[in-house]
């Protein structure tokens, strides 16, 4: 399996990656077309969720928080999940409760960011064969509560109450599937949410210092290397030179002594503070008002 952001193989947790549409890693949809010098130039997921010729209809990695978030305009539109269409989704979660009818088998499943129920037609053909203990009705995994399982399914709703109406679902058998499906799903909504996670090892990509960890990365990598400052104030700016060029011990410096040194009021060189470790580029020691700067 291959979590990275070119090629997106298919995994043993059946998600298929570009194979099945269940794979979203940047570059895994669609064929391929010859570019320049030869390479393969793949097209990418996310500009044919852009241009909406071919996102909605793609199987997305979701958690039930996203599910029950998504937006629907008006009754028959298509459903919504960061400002993209969808359709099919896929999802883990651990079976609170089975209830079977006599046309369907409805689960209740709950994967820590929410419930919802999970609803899979019965096929009548292997209702009357599942006394057969050769049948594909007999030999399938059971499904029991406080189990967990996947499900591939579409995303409805009836009377104002959502569901998943289940293609398939089956046991989850190793947990580790668990861990790989909610990063999957934390990718993909960064990925609509601000862009490829190429653009961020560009060169002067991140202007804010902003990266997919939440404001440290490449624009950190660049103060403590003596290159381009992340995005932050001036105050904060003169505080993190003070911390660079003034001589110290390994405590650091102390904020009174910081805006002693600098001629400003204390407040303002808190607040300067907080910038800075906000993107990693001091940290504090021996107590919360003494810094130091953080080398790399």
């Keep these: 399996m291959d979590y990275g952001g070119g090629q997106y193989s298919t995994t043993v947790y059946g998600a298929q990656g570009g194979a099945g549409g269940g794979g979203f890693m940047g570059g895994s949809q669609g064929g391929s077309q010859p570019g320049a010098a030869g390479k393969v130039k793949k097209p990418r997921f996310y500009d044919f969720c852009v241009k909406g010729t071919y996102g909605k209809d793609t199987l997305r990695p979701v958690s039930i928080l996203q599910i029950l978030n998504a937006s629907q305009p008006h009754p028959d539109a298509d459903f919504s999940i960061d400002d993209v269409e969808i359709t099919q989704v896929t999802f883990v979660g651990q079976i609170r409760n089975v209830s079977t009818q006599a046309t369907n088998i409805t689960y209740k499943l709950d994967d820590g960011t929410g419930t919802v129920e999970v609803k899979q037609w019965i096929d009548t053909d292997e209702s009357t064969s599942i006394d057969d203990p050769t049948s594909a009705a007999a030999t399938k995994p059971k499904l029991l509560e406080n189990e967990w ?148």
């Design 149 to 296: 399982a996947r499900v591939w399914g579409k995303l409805k709703a009836f009377n104002n109450r959502r569901h998943v109406g289940a293609h398939v679902i089956r046991p989850v058998t190793d947990k580790m599937e668990i861990t790989y499906h909610l990063l999957e799903a934390t990718y993909v909504h960064l990925y609509f949410t601000r862009g490829p996670v190429e653009q961020f090892s560009k060169p002067g990509a991140v202007e804010g210092g902003e990266s997919y960890g939440g404001g440290g990365g490449y624009g950190q990598e660049q103060a403590a290397e003596g290159g381009k400052m992340p995005n932050v104030s001036p105050t904060a700016r003169r505080v993190h030179q003070m911390l660079k060029s003034n001589p110290q011990s390994n405590e650091g410096l102390h904020v009174h002594n910081i805006a002693a040194s600098l001629g400003m009021n204390v407040n303002e060189v808190m607040k300067a503070g907080n910038e800075l470790l906000e993107h990693s580029l001091i940290f504090t020691t021996v107590d919360d008002l003494t810094w130091a700067l953080l080398e790399y």
